[in-house]
């Protein structure tokens, strides 16, 4: 489809799991504005600045728009073709000498907002086959993706809070009011929040600041970080007391096993380590036995920990202990209009396999980013000789950026795939461009299942492609892998029709699915013969849970979702989907997985901590480590500040402004300090998302500080080995001055 390039159009914003539709006025090749589109079905209107600063993004100079390619005088344009061609040559070799496992993939977060890079991706790794597969995800969600996996056997089954019914919400190291929420797709969190006060609901934080969102909630406990499994397990073995009863329909198994290890944690203990008074753990727990509807909800201040795992497995433990998992009002399973075929198969996605050098358990077909650069670095069998990354910018979301960025520089090759320069991408040999995304479609096919409310929304692209899509440009890497060769146009066709028949196969072939039986060519010939990502996703719509089954009945087709610009709503959470979503044996929920109860003998064993530990945040004018550049939104503001404890400032002898090093075993950072009484005393705050690099500075990024340089890869949640990059045991002291820039 050509779109015509002026007027209004509606766009869902790709940055961030708000989802907000937008309306964005154009003429020709320009964004004239941006601003909230009121009629959309699931955003109501919501917008924030990095929303509207996608104008400027759209414009940026800075943006990439010619593929590079490593020459001798550094990184140079080229055309798609000698990009391509290099990519294919280089790869053959690696796979030809050391095989396919030396092959690795680097998937970074905005992969989830991007539906053709997303779906692109997936063939090219399918086609690769290499079991080195990285994430964003093993520094983001995957403690709490095991946690649902190890207990309801489906790792996509993840309870999101119902906040327009809840009475009473406990929400730990989450700051939506920053972040717009994250697991939970929740636009317009304030007025949300403002609702359920006007029905006398309450909102309680745990989170060792008073951020943003606490100062909204009724109630704010400062927990010390990393201690939330601590006070999890007294308040539940308080709720027992209370009389509390996991209910019979839920078909729990392993109750009892579960709790008899948790009976281990005294309120007391619970209570130093956590520091938060008895008194105030037992009212907590009061207060979840008596609201009628109630939700616990947690996000990254829960899963990059220690405890990663078995936090976020406490967390739904409480909501089935408390009756609410998956009623009206409580923790609920949203309904993802988008289908992809059930995997039926026996066994958890769960350390199938182990990574080669430090044995690291596979995690839903993934290796964890801690293990990246020991696998690149370590000679053998299986080494790791070229990466291709995704839309991910690991030197400064990984952790212990300075050994990874070197161990970037012993690759045979790496491509990159990205729309700016970043500190990753400067070690690439070939850059590909990604596209503006206006010149892109959207639709949340990941995030969907995630929303707070049932609804299935589309983008067409605004503006034509000036360059390949990604969607394209996943595919012609697939294809250089399984041909290698360069695919002519005809060839490209060809093999994306192959791709189609397959996808549709899978769905034909799936016992459980509603295209079971059918006639692959009848639904090949009802996709049409239209381009890109675009059919792949009308048969996950199709096919989905209000799908028109391909005529089966009546019900969306991508065709109705391009035709109602403001999104289908399909209503408000509809409860009773424990049948559908457990996914293990008897269709029981196991709450004593040996794992977990292993976790809880590790957490019992933990030594205390003391001096300082230092936790991240969110800014609302950057997204993690891009739009660093946007003048819109970063122009002359100090973004990469400590935040610390008044008295733990006057201690030091600093005051706002002036400098502090921070050290760790991996590096030392200097930052600018700003004292506060938001923040507990011990614990001190850092955003990561930023560096020191001053050749990238060149590009308008605004300058901070590396947090994830201070972070050692043997800090792992002990069950995902998801980076624990929260609660670092740090030193820090004055400084005279900011560190000079690191020089490469
Ligand atoms: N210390 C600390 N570290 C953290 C976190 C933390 O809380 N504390 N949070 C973690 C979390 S939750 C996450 S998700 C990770 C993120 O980790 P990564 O995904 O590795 O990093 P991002 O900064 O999101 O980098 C995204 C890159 O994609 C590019 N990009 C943006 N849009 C597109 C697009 O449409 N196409 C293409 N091709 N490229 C695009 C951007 O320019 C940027 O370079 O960071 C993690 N790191
Ligand atoms: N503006 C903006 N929005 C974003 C992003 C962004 O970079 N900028 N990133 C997006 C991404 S990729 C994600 S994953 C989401 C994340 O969404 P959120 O998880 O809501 O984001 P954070 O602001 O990192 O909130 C984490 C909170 O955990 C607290 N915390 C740290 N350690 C602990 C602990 O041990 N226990 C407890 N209880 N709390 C702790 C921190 O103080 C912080 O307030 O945000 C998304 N939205
Ligand atoms: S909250 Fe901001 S960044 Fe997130 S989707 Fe909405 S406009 Fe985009
Ligand atoms: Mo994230």
């Not at 400064?396 to 960025?405: G, I, K, T, Y």
């Not at 970043?422 to 070690?427: D, F, G, H, I, K």
């Not at 040999?429 to 596209?435: E, N, Q």
């Amino acid at each position: 489809m050509t779109p015509d390039t002026s007027g209004t159009k509606t766009r869902i914003c790709p940055i961030c799991e708000a989802g907000c539709g937008l309306r964005i006025r154009t003429t020709d090749r320009q964004v004239i504005a941006i601003e909230p589109n009121r009629e959309d079905v699931f955003s109501t209107g919501h917008v924030c600045a990095k929303g509207i600063a996608l104008k400027e993004l759209d414009a940026d100079p800075d943006r990439l728009r010619t593929p590079l390619i490593r020459r001798a005088n550094g990184l140079q344009p080229a055309t798609w073709n000698e990009a391509f061609a290099l990519i294919e040559s280089k790869l053959s070799q690696i796979r030809q000498a050391h095989g396919t496992s030396a092959i690795g993939t680097y998937i970074g977060n905005p992969t989830a907002h991007n539906i053709g890079l997303s779906m692109g991706l997936g063939v090219f790794a399918s086609t690769l086959g290499s079991t080195q597969v990285y994430s964003a995800g093993s520094v983001d969600q995957l403690p709490k993706q095991l946690a649902c996996e190890l207990m309801f056997g489906n790792d996509m089954a993840i309870p999101v809070p119902d906040i327009e019914r809840c009475d009473y919400l406990l929400m730990l190291g989450a700051n939506p009011v920053v972040s717009n929420g994250s697991l939970w797709m929740v636009p317009k969190f304030r007025d949300k929040l403002r609702a359920l006060h006007d029905r006398g609901g309450k909102l309680v934080i745990l989170d060792p600041r008073l951020t943003e969102t606490a100062r909204l909630a009724d109630q704010h406990y400062a927990i010390k970080p990393g201690a939330d499994a601590w006070l999890l397990s007294a308040v539940i073995n308080e709720l027992r007391r209370l009389g509390a009863q996991i209910p019979n329909h839920y078909n729990a198994q392993g109750v009892e096993s579960l709790f008899a290890s948790l009976a281990q944690i005294s309120s007391e203990a619970a209570a130093l380590r956590s520091g938060i008074d008895i008194a105030d753990i037992h009212a907590i727990a009061g207060a979840l036995h008596t609201a009628k509807r109630a939700a616990v909800y947690g996000r990254v201040g829960t899963t990059l920990q220690q405890f990663g795992t078995l936090t976020s497995f406490l967390i739904e433990v409480i909501n089935l202990l408390t009756g609410n998992l998956d009623r009206a009002g409580g923790a609920m399973f949203p309904e993802q209009a988008f289908a992809t075929p059930t995997h039926s198969g026996s066994g958890l996605n769960y350390n199938r396999y182990q990574s080669r050098v430090s044995g690291y358990p596979e995690v839903l077909g993934q290796m964890p980013v801690v293990a990246l650069s020991e696998e690149i670095t370590t000679p053998g069998d299986g080494q790791l000789r070229a990466l291709v990354c995704f839309a991910g910018n690991p030197v400064v979301s990984n952790p212990d950026s300075d050994r990874l960025a070197a161990a970037l520089t012993k690759l045979e090759f790496m491509v990159c795939i990205d729309i700016y320069h970043t500190e990753t991408s400067r070690y690439a040999d070939v850059i590909l461009p990604g596209t503006s995304p206006f010149e892109d479609s959207h639709y949340d096919s990941f995030l969907g299942a995630m929303g707070y409310k049932n609804t299935a929304r589309y983008s067409p692209p605004i503006f034509p492609a000036s360059s390949p899509s990604e969607w394209q440009m996943g595919l012609t890497l697939a294809y250089l892998i399984k041909q290698a060769a360069v695919p002519t146009p005809q060839a490209l066709n060809a093999f994306e029709d192959d791709v189609v028949a397959a996808a549709v196969s899978r769905h034909v072939n799936d016992e459980q699915g509603p295209l079971f039986g059918r006639d692959v060519q009848e639904i090949i010939a009802a996709i049409g013969p239209d381009r890109g990502a675009e059919r792949l996703l009308d048969l996950g719509i199709r096919a989905g849970r209000w799908g028109d089954h391909f005529g089966a009945r009546n019900g969306l087709t991508l065709q109705q979702l391009i035709d109602n610009p403001n999104g289908i709503d399909m209503g408000a959470l509809r409860p009773n989907r424990l049948n559908e979503v457990v996914r293990l044996k008897h269709s029981s929920i196991n709450l004593a997985p040996q794992e977990i109860l292993l976790e809880i003998g590790r957490l019992l064993a933990q030594p205390v901590t003391s001096g300082f530990q230092l936790i991240g945040r969110r800014n609302s004018q950057t997204n993690n480590s891009w739009l660093r550049n946007l003048p819109m939104l970063t122009k002359g503001r100090a973004l990469s500040e400590l935040e610390m404890n008044l008295e733990d400032a006057r201690l030091l002898g600093v005051a706002s402004g002036e400098w502090v090093q921070i050290s760790t075993t991996t590096a030392t950072v200097n930052v600018v300090v700003r004292t506060s009484n938001a923040i507990r005393r011990g614990t001190v705050s850092l955003p990561h998302g930023f560096s020191e690099d001053n050749e990238l500075q060149q590009h308008r990024l605004t300058p901070g500080a590396n947090y994830n340089r201070l972070v050692a890869t043997s800090q792992i949640d002990g069950l995902s080995a998801t980076a624990a990059l929260n609660g670092l045991s740090v030193n820090i002291s004055r400084a005279s001055a900011a560190a000079p820039s690191r020089q490469h």
